[in-house]
């Protein structure tokens, strides 16, 4: 059985680039999440989806560019610092790579619908 990978895929949120991998856990968890939910309001969201947007994130992002420091310097990526951004812009990023891998699949959603 073949597979397809989308990966990597880079997305624009927060002022930055994104490079996000293929999610495994972080993706299953965040779909979960969504089910047990109905739904995903972005603006409003519990402590349980935002714990899964964290994971899909930390488990799916491979770089930035864009990132920068108090003075304007670039940060370099790492993992460590990867935790370190606020998780609104780690939502945006997410629901951007959803999207995104939704384009590339065939199963994009309409265009005033949420990806997930």
């Known amino acids: 059985m073949a597979i397809t990978l989308y ?3 880079t997305v624009e949120a927060g002022g930055a680039e994104w490079t996000f991998g293929e999610p ?4 299953d968890l965040l779909a979960l ?5 109905g739904s995903v309001d972005t ?9 899964a947007f964290d994971a899909y994130f930390m488990e799916a992002i491979r770089g930035w ?8 310097l670039p940060v370099a990526f790492s993992a460590e610092v ?11 990023a997410v629901c951007a790579a959803l999207v995104k891998r939704a384009e590339l699949s065939g ?10």
């Open 82 to 92: 990867a935790r370190e951004v606020p998780i609104s812009v780690k939502v945006e």
């Open 7 to 9: 990966g990597p895929i």
């Open 107 to 116: 199963n994009a959603s309409r265009p005033d619908t949420e990806p997930i």
């Open 33 to 37: 999440v969504a089910m047990e939910t």
């Open 65 to 72: 560019s864009g990132v920068n420091d108090a003075s304007g």
């Open 43 to 51: 603006e409003r969201l519990t402590g349980a989806q935002c714990r």
């Open 24 to 27: 495994v856990t972080g993706a």
